[in-house]
Each structure stands twice: as structure tokens, then as C-alpha cells.
């Protein structure tokens, strides 16, 4: 079962096989890679037994208690209906393996003017989803403003950068704190165009590596960003997410769409 150098992941092909269910291995699966987790994992298909599914390998030199936290969290956002099922659990490979949702793409559900309302309803109930997960023991806060001050140090000596970006990190890092949006939620952190998965029902979230408690508008305000929401398809966004109206958007949203911009290399 050899694969391409560009397919072959960490470990051998036995290796990688031992990672998934016994009744899955054999001369008779594939894998195919399809991307790369924010911590730095692998990710590929496997196709078994005329089923799908998606495996996702960390090195095993990942501490075991940080993966354990994200790992129940996802399994807890698997159960609520944000992610996609988890089947089976490789701790000593760091080896997850989860159903493969065929993506109906959200963002072409979004842009047609036919069905964009439901669309942005569908995002905010899922999103505000996220009340009912659990923090694991230990997890700490994602706090924006010391990310964007350690990207600004290790950018600012740049020369190269376009003046406008020491602009808006500087401004951004010299702003005050923004009162919160409310209390903190377990929130996913990267909310971008490829870690939504519409199946035609529903929307769910891939890779919950930077999963931790945060202001439950931080997500909201991210995905606004990177599909470019006006004000008025924002306010719904929210309304869709407290399950009430809301007259105007709190500064903690622009505070975090500016922030989420930054972080993206998005000028907003």
C-alpha cells in the first residue's frame, strides 16, 4: 500500500493503519491526504469498506494532556451537533478518526440571495451551540489581544511589511478592552471559510485545535470577517445566535472582526 511521497504520512503505512479500527485494516484501504490541522497534523481520507472518513494524525510528541482537552471537546461538539462524529480513538498514535461530511458548501448556500437568510440563521444556531460544551479542566482563556502582541513583535522589525499593517496592529493593540459580550463560551477560535461543512442540513465546524473558552461574540465576529458581513447581515447573525433581536452590534464585535482581520492578513 505505498503512496506518493507528498501522501505518505508520518509513520508507515503499518503504522498508520494501526491507528484506525481493526475491522479497517487491510490491503483494501486508502488514504488520500487532504489537508493540514492548525497544530500541524495531518489529515487524510480513508475510504473502507465503502465508507468515508477522515483521519487525523499528530506527531506522537504532543503532550497527551493538551490533546486529551481538545479530543473532548471535540468529541462534546461531535454530540451537540457542531462537528462531525468522532469513531474511533488513537491516544498513543494521537489518531482521530471522524465521519467524512460531504460539504453542500455553506458558501454557496450563503450567496444566493434565495436562501442567504436561511443560511445566516442556520450559522448563528449552530453557533449558539456552543453554551452547552463543556471546559475541560484546566483549559485557559483565548484572549486575542496577546496573540495580536506577539505577532506585532515578531513583525514590527519587518521592514518589508506595507505601512498600513504597523498601522492597524499598532492601533489595535493600543485600543482599550472592550466591555465582553457576554459570559464565556467554549468557542472554536478559527472560524474560517474551511472549517465550515454545510451537508445540506446542517453547519459544522472541522478542527477544533485552537478550541478554548472566549467571548461568545468572537466566533460570530471571525466568520463576519472572512465573508465580508455588512451591519445589517451581521445584526442578523447575532439575533440568529441569542434567539432574540438585537438592535445594533455591540464594539466588541467590530473590536474582534478588526482583530480577526489582523490575525487573517485582512485589512477591514
Request: hydrophobic share 45%; net charge negative; glycine share 8%.
Amino acid at each position: 500500500m505505498a503512496l506518493p511521497p507528498e501522501l505518505t504520512p508520518p509513520d508507515s503505512p503499518a503504522d498508520w493503519q494501526l491507528a484506525l479500527p481493526s475491522t479497517m485494516r487491510g490491503p483494501a484501504t486508502t488514504l488520500t491526504r487532504i489537508g493540514k490541522g492548525m497544530s500541524g497534523a495531518a489529515v487524510y481520507r480513508v475510504d473502507a469498506g465503502g465508507e468515508s472518513f477522515v483521519l487525523k494524525l499528530t506527531s506522537a510528541d504532543e503532550p497527551l494532556g493538551p490533546w486529551q482537552a481538545r479530543l473532548e471537546v471535540q468529541r462534546a461538539a461531535a454530540a451537540s451537533g457542531l462537528a462531525p462524529e468522532v469513531v474511533h480513538v488513537d491516544e498513543a498514535r494521537r489518531a482521530v478518526l471522524s465521519t467524512l461530511v460531504v460539504d453542500r458548501s455553506w458558501p454557496a448556500y450563503f450567496g444566493n440571495p434565495a436562501t442567504r437568510g436561511a443560511a445566516i440563521d442556520a450559522l448563528g444556531r449552530m453557533l449558539a451551540q456552543r453554551a452547552h460544551l463543556p471546559t475541560p479542566p484546566g483549559m485557559g482563556r483565548a484572549e486575542v489581544r496577546p496573540v495580536l502582541q506577539a505577532m506585532w513583535n515578531a513583525l514590527s522589525s519587518d521592514a518589508t511589511l506595507p505601512r498600513f499593517v504597523h498601522e492597524v496592529v499598532t492601533a489595535l493593540c493600543a485600543e482599550p478592552p472592550v466591555a465582553q459580550g457576554g459570559p464565556l463560551v467554549m468557542s472554536h477560535n478559527d472560524v474560517n471559510p474551511s472549517n465550515l461543512v454545510f451537508d445540506g442540513t446542517r453547519v459544522l465546524l472541522l478542527d477544533w485545535d485552537t478550541a478554548a473558552p472566549n467571548d461568545p461574540l468572537y466566533d460570530l465576529a471571525t466568520v463576519a470577517m472572512f465573508f465580508r458581513m455588512d451591519e445589517g447581515t451581521c445584526q442578523q447573525l447575532v439575533a440568529a445566535h441569542d434567539d432574540a433581536p438585537t438592535v445594533g452590534l455591540p464594539e466588541a464585535f467590530h473590536y474582534y472582526r478588526r482583530c480577526a482581520a489582523a490575525l487573517s492578513g485582512w485589512r477591514r
